[in-house]
């Protein structure tokens, strides 16, 4: 038998190991035949996640743009793209044993073969070959592998996995052939005779290929070290990652397929929470944050002029915010409140705050609208206060510019309110004691550390209106404090939400006719377009701009707002709204945000079918803000079951903790965290809500092991610390300063 030895000493020491422990090297389950890969035979996923999938043989161009298209690229990428179901061909019969209706796997040599006709429904021609296998002779029938013909020539071994059926006398449907060495190779081949996986494939691949490719990235890559510590695994009963990695592929039966399941799950869970641990650890350990004693002066004027009484939820999230800020400790807060739940005027209570103490308040929202809006309601809000505000975005010329970054260097601004553009080089806070972070879900966790490194260890309150159902949010901001807004401003109405296809189009538009000949204003969201896409978007919001000025509103004061616009145009549009110069505003997805105009009380949204649940919901609350009954109408073609569901929803609930729910029972979690966006990494083998008993498990097990080595300096510790590197990107870039 072949071995994998071929990797000289100099090779080994080239490479990483994680400890000395290491197990000796075994013969894995299948012999290489890839030679010329050169590979070191113990391996960890960091590093396999540097070896290019081209270095695989049969990995040419178009496979590896195949590849790509499923997100993988390395060999780690192909060892951990998992299986979505296993078939069962283990069950290996004598052809006289054979029972109609059973299936099985039969191993023999060929008798005779020959095409099936022409295709048949589309399908590709199929063959039907005789097999003898010493007990008896049998007819296989199997579609779609007429390309096999001359490899099955008579004497030629095969192995054959199908259902017996009886048609036109007994026969193997077979759903597998594979022409094999002889018949010891059973158990040895990635095919048949064994559970054989099936994985999620695009168009430039088929099942076989895929199953193929991940069988060679395995067995070329040698032994895969384990990250996790040997006592947790003891511990918990669970095998090492290597054998994990290989089972879940190829497992030798449907225990040691669970088995390697659940290792998988905690093994993503449990760096996800170490990850977190040891943030929440840095945290505490060392930053002395500013303590922030404000004498309540302005925050009570501020109050006081508010021309409301505060909510409850939002009187006991201040307290915890002021409280947080006070302590010596840096604050890490987020604060989750529904839309239109008022977290505005808390964000300002935070900012008085921080003035008062004499430091500086910033807060960055994710788009120019927004940060032009909080900057028009905030200033407004504080025009009696002996308190400046700036605004800082990317379009402003270089003079204004010039003169904000001044102000916001000396601390004649007191407050800085802006877009990404105060995390730029060349803004310098005097005395940065406290970040804002707007629709937090809308930035990337890199840009909030980068955010906060503009002051000396200021207090950070991150706000979001995406729901997280309630059970999911402490264990995954597990270091952060999470404070919830869950109440309303009292008056607000249900928004009247329903449905109408396109060809009751001109329906919606009679509704929003009549609120606007009631004296109040009106948006029209136009279909989403791919990013990509961003010409188009325009073009389409002109034209639905056109249409309804010109056939439907002729006689109505319309106006457009969208993305590609420049920065003066976008604020005068909104200007002219918020001063009802524009009764209508045909907009695209960028009024999702916080756009705040109390006097809009319907909203048609076109294409309703192409946006997410949580960002239907997230427009939905634009016209959630005055003491008219809102009203909303999605018009929309759904075409998948999903689709009607997901409106249906968005019709029958108006919470958005409730709706998220819906959202991840109809569409999974993946969709639900985004990319990286709070410092999750993506989970491949693990389902929140379905894992939350091991989500349990693994959390309790990581903090405990932070808790005895909070940096995670040991050296038998080192491995973990560069997985949670890997996984959580520039987040913990600090566990790698010394
Ligand atoms: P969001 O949480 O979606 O950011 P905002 O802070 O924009 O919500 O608040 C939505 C609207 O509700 C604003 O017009 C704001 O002035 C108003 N508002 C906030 N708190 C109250 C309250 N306690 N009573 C009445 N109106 C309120
Ligand atoms: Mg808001």
Not at 5 to 32: C, K, N, V
Not at 370 to 378: P, R, V
Not at 570 to 587: N, P
Not at 682 to 701: N, Q, S, Y
């Amino acid at each position: 038998m072949e071995s994998l030895d071929h990797t000289s000493a100099q090779e080994l020491m080239a490479w990483p190991t994680y400890r000395e422990d290491i197990p000796s090297w075994e013969e894995g389950p299948f012999p290489t035949q890839h030679k010329h890969l050169k590979l070191p035979r113990r391996t960890t996923l960091p590093e396999l996640r540097t070896v290019p999938v081209t270095k695989l043989p049969g990995v040419g161009p178009r496979i590896a743009a195949a590849l790509k298209d499923l997100g993988i690229s390395s060999f780690a990428d192909l060892v951990l793209h998992y299986p979505s179901r296993h078939e069962d061909l283990s069950n290996v019969k004598k052809i006289s044993d054979l029972r109609v209706g059973e299936r099985a796997t039969v191993v023999g040599k060929v008798v005779s073969a020959k095409k099936l006709g022409r295709p048949v429904r589309g399908r590709t021609p199929g063959l039907s070959v005789q097999i003898y296998d010493g007990t008896g002779y049998m007819l296989v029938t199997i579609w779609g592998r007429g390309w096999l013909l001359n490899q099955l020539i008579p004497d030629a071994w095969v192995m054959v996995s199908g259902k017996m059926e009886r048609r036109y006398g007994l026969q193997l449907m077979a759903r597998n052939l594979e022409v094999i060495d002889e018949p010891s190779t059973i158990g040895r081949t990635a095919h048949a005779g064994r559970f054989v996986p099936v994985y999620p494939i695009n168009k430039g691949l088929n099942a076989r290929r895929m199953r193929t490719l991940v069988h060679r990235a395995l067995h070329a890559s040698g032994y895969i070290l384990d990250p996790l510590p040997a006592e947790i695994l003891a511990s918990h009963g669970l095998p090492n990652l290597h054998d994990a990695i290989h089972e879940i592929h190829f497992p030798s039966d449907k225990e040691h397929l669970k088995t390697a399941m659940k290792r998988l799950v905690f093994h993503e869970l449990f760096l996800m929470q170490a990850g977190l641990a040891a943030r929440k650890a840095r945290f505490e350990e060392s930053e002395a944050g500013r303590k922030h004693e404000g004498n309540g002066k302005l925050l009570n004027t501020f109050l006081k002029g508010l021309g409301f009484e505060l909510t409850t939820s939002q009187e006991r999230v201040i307290r915890e915010v002021l409280e947080g800020m006070r302590l010596e400790k840096a604050m890490r807060r987020l604060l989750q409140g529904d839309v239109g739940s008022g977290k505005t005027v808390v964000a300002i209570a935070a900012l008085l705050t921080a003035v008062e103490s004499s430091g500086q308040g910033a807060i960055m929202a994710p788009t120019e609208v927004l940060a032009e809006q909080h900057f028009i309601s905030i200033s407004a809000a504080l025009k009696d206060l002996p308190v400046n505000v700036a605004l800082l975005t990317g379009s402003q010329s270089v003079a204004e510019r010039r003169a904000v970054l001044e102000d916001i260097r000396s601390g004649e601004a007191h407050v800085a309110i802006g877009t990404h553009a105060l995390i730029q080089k060349g803004v310098e806070f005097n005395d940065l004691s406290l970040v804002v972070v707007d629709e937090q879900h809308r930035f990337g966790v890199g840009q909030r550390t980068l955010f906060k490194e503009k002051g000396t260890t200021p207090d950070t309150l991150v706000m979001t209106a995406t729901p997280i159902p309630r059970t999911l949010s402490l264990t995954l901001y597990g270091d952060l404090e999470v404070s919830i807004l869950d109440e309303l401003p009292p008056g607000r109405k249900p928004v009247e939400t329903r449905m109408v296809q396109s060809p009751e189009r001109r329906e919606a538009y009679e509704v929003v006719r009549a609120e606007i000949e009631a004296r109040r204003q009106a948006y029209v969201v136009c279909p989403l377009v791919e990013e990509s896409e961003a010409l188009e978007e325009v073009r389409a919001a002109e034209e639905l701009y056109e249409e309804l000025t010109e056939e439907v509103f002729p006689d109505k004061r319309l106006g457009l707002l969208h993305g590609r616009m420049g920065a003066a145009e976008k604020r005068e549009v909104m200007r002219a709204f918020r001063a009802r110069e524009i009764e209508i505003l045909v907009a695209t997805a960028v009024i999702e945000v916080g756009v705040d105009v109390p006097n809009a009380s319907a909203m048609v949204i076109e294409g309703a079918e192409r946006f997410g649940l949580s960002q239907l919901h997230q427009l939905r609350g634009r016209v959630c803000r005055g003491l008219h009954t809102p009203k909303c109408i999605l018009v929309g073609d759904p075409k998948t079951e999903e689709a009607w569901r997901r409106l249906e929803a968005l019709c029958n609930h108006q919470d958005g903790f409730k709706l998220s729910e819906v959202d991840l029972a109809l569409r999974g979690e993946g969709t639900l965290f985004g990319s990286r966006q709070s410092g999750v990494p993506d989970l491949k083998m693990a389902k929140l809500l379905r894992d939350i008993e091991v989500l349990v498990e693994a959390r309790g097990t990581a903090f405990e092991l932070v808790a005895s080595d909070p940096n995670l300096k040991q050296p038998r510790h080192r491995p973990l610390r560069r997985e949670i590197r890997e996984l959580l990107g520039v987040d913990v870039d600090w566990l790698f300063r010394e």
